[in-house]
Antibody, heavy 125, light 106 residues
Framework: EVQLVESGGGLVQPGGSLRLSCTSSRLTLSNYWMTWVRQSPGKGLQWVAN????????HYADSVKGRFTISRDSAKNSLFLQMNSLRADDTAVYYC??????????????????WGQGTVVTVSS | IQMTQSPSSLSASVGDRVIITCRASQAIRNELGWYQQKPGGVPKLLIYAASRLESGVPSRFSGSGSGTDFTLTINNLQPEDFATYYC?????????FGPGTRVEIK
């Protein structure tokens, strides 16, 4: 059962910006690491970025570093992806996913157990 | 870390055993997950920590491997298993998915 909902996608010109949002009416997002994953048309999955529970740690794919910013607002129970300097190859469905994490013998494992339905971003003139 | 998968696609029949291989460009211990995605659908977690079956996933799915070489095995393939399967390394940043293996009906 999908418990995450993305929004904010749309058509934007190259060089433009968009801000994606992800929220949940059932999950308290601030309890988890959260991740953005994207999928270009007809292509595979690409990990984009993640953020820790309190928003103090972020990681990015090389292809978006310096252009995208992941953030969260616990009061709004929301996750965001600010996308600037958009390029045609950023065209994709963007999914947010909860990382439940699994810890064993001091090793942390990603467990993306809950995904939204995705929001479509199209970068085109 | 680069991830490769083989084969890129395969055809199989209901009841078959299917084995998908994922290889990492460097050792990632057992920090690997497997995800299933059906056409038009959302990715679904199958396996994490290389071999731990996610709750609710049928036991015909299993994962193994450590270091650089991993396998996803589907025993007694069912009609609902026809999908694309992706591995994902979570040993280092940036996380990287494999290119996917499409399992089609023979």
């Amino acid at each position: 059962e999908v418990q995450l909902v993305e929004s904010g996608g749309g058509l934007v010109q190259p060089g433009g910006s968009l801000r994606l949002s992800c929220t949940s009416s059932r999950l308290t997002l601030s309890n988890y690491w959260m991740t953005w994953v994207r999928q270009s048309p007809g292509k595979g999955l690409q990990w984009v970025a993640n953020i820790n529970e309190d928003g103090t740690v972020e990681h990015y794919a090389d292809s978006v570093k310096g252009r995208f910013t992941i953030s969260r607002d616990s009061a709004k129970n929301s996750l965001f992806l600010q996308m600037n300097s958009l390029r045609a190859d950023d065209t994709a469905v963007y999914y947010c996913a909860r990382d439940r994490n699994y810890v064993d013998s001091g090793t942390w494992y990603d467990v993306f157990d809950n995904w939204g339905q995705g929001t479509v971003v199209t970068v085109s003139s | 870390i680069q991830m490769t998968q083989s084969p890129s696609s395969l055809s199989a029949s209901v009841g078959d055993r299917v084995i998908i291989t994922c290889r990492a460009s460097q050792a990632i211990r057992n920090e690997l997950g497997w995800y299933q995605q059906k056409p038009g659908g959302v990715p679904k977690l199958l396996i994490y920590a290389a071999s731990r079956l996610e709750s609710g996933v049928p036991s015909r799915f299993s994962g193994s491997g450590s270091g650089t070489d991993f396998t996803l095995t589907i025993n007694n393939l069912q009609p609902e298993d026809f999908a694309t399967y992706y591995c994902l390394q979570d040993c280092a940043y940036p996380r990287t998915f494999g290119p996917g293996t499409r399992v089609e009906i023979k």
